[in-house]
C-alpha cells in the first residue's frame, strides 16, 4: 500500500457527462501529480500541484481542470467526457515539488469507462 | 523534450534466471533521475529503483538493480532470480531539472516469468 488513495476505483459513465476524480496523498507529501494511462498513449502526465499551486502541465485537455485543496488532498475534473477519454487515472504523490530524486507514489487508480 | 524508449514490448525469463528490461532515454539536460516502476495485473505501480544522473554507482535494491551507462544514454533494470511473482509490466520512467518532476513513461515491457 502506497498510502495514496482515489476514489472512485471504478467508474462508467455516459459521453457528454462530468466527473470528478479525488486523490489524497501521503501523509505529509505536498505534491500530487495526475497521470493517464491508455492502450494507445501509453502513461501520460496531466498535472502537478505543489502545496495548493499548479507546478507543472503536461498533456491535459482544455476539457479537463484540477485542483489542490488546502488539506492537500486533489480532485481531476473531466468534462464532455468522449469515447477516447477511457483511461486509467492515476494520482501520485511525492514529499517535494522539484527534486529529482524524490520517487512518487502511486495510488491505486480509477478506472473510467465511456460508454 | 524528454523521452524515455523501452524497444521490448514482452519479454520471457524462466524462474531463477537473471533478466535485463532495456531502456534508453534522451535528454539535453544534465541533471535528471531514471526510475523504474512495476505494474502487476492488477494495476497498482510499484516503486522499484532510482539512479541519478550524477551517481557513480549503480543503484540496488534486493534483487534489482540499474546498470547505468551515461555516455550511451541507457538506464537497464537487471532482476536477478526471477520469481513468478515478477511477471507484470515494467516501466521505465525519467525526471528532469527543467521539467519540474513530472515523469515522462516509455511504453513498458510486459515481463513473463515461466515456471
Known amino acids: 500500500d502506497s498510502g495514496v488513495t482515489q476514489t472512485p476505483k471504478h467508474l462508467i459513465t455516459a459521453t457528454g457527462q462530468r466527473v470528478t476524480l479525488r486523490c489524497s496523498p501521503r501523509?505529509?507529501?505536498?505534491?500530487v501529480y495526475w497521470y493517464q494511462q491508455s492502450l494507445d498513449q501509453g502513461l501520460q502526465f496531466l498535472i502537478q500541484y505543489y502545496n495548493g499551486e499548479e507546478r507543472a502541465k503536461g498533456n491535459i485537455l482544455e476539457r479537463f481542470s484540477a485542483q489542490q485543496f488546502p488539506d492537500l488532498h486533489s480532485e481531476l475534473n473531466l468534462s464532455s467526457l468522449e469515447l477516447g477519454d477511457s483511461a486509467l487515472y492515476f494520482c501520485?504523490?511525492?514529499?517535494?515539488?522539484?527534486?529529482?530524486?524524490?520517487?512518487?507514489?502511486f495510488g491505486p487508480g480509477t478506472r473510467l469507462t465511456v460508454l | 523534450a524528454q523521452k524515455i524508449t523501452q524497444t521490448q514490448p514482452g519479454m520471457f525469463v524462466q524462474e531463477k534466471e537473471a533478466v535485463t528490461l532495456d531502456c534508453t532515454y534522451d535528454t539535453s539536460d544534465q541533471s535528471y533521475g531514471l526510475f523504474w516502476y512495476k505494474q502487476p495485473s492488477s494495476g497498482e505501480m510499484i516503486f522499484l529503483i532510482y539512479q541519478g544522473s550524477y551517481d557513480e554507482q549503480n543503484a540496488t535494491e534486493g534483487r534489482y538493480s540499474l546498470n547505468f551507462q551515461k555516455a550511451r544514454k541507457s538506464a537497464n533494470l537487471v532482476i536477478s532470480a526471477s520469481q513468478l511473482g515478477d511477471s507484470a509490466m515494467y516501466f521505465c520512467?525519467?525526471?528532469?531539472?527543467?521539467?519540474?518532476?513530472?515523469?515522462?513513461f516509455g511504453t513498458g515491457t510486459s515481463l513473463t516469468v515461466i515456471p
Open positions: 520512467a525519467m525526471s528532469a531539472s527543467n521539467t519540474g518532476n513530472q515523469f515522462y
Open positions: 501520485a504523490s511525492s514529499p517535494g515539488g522539484g527534486t529529482l530524486d524524490n520517487e512518487q507514489f
Open positions: 501523509s505529509g507529501d505536498l505534491s
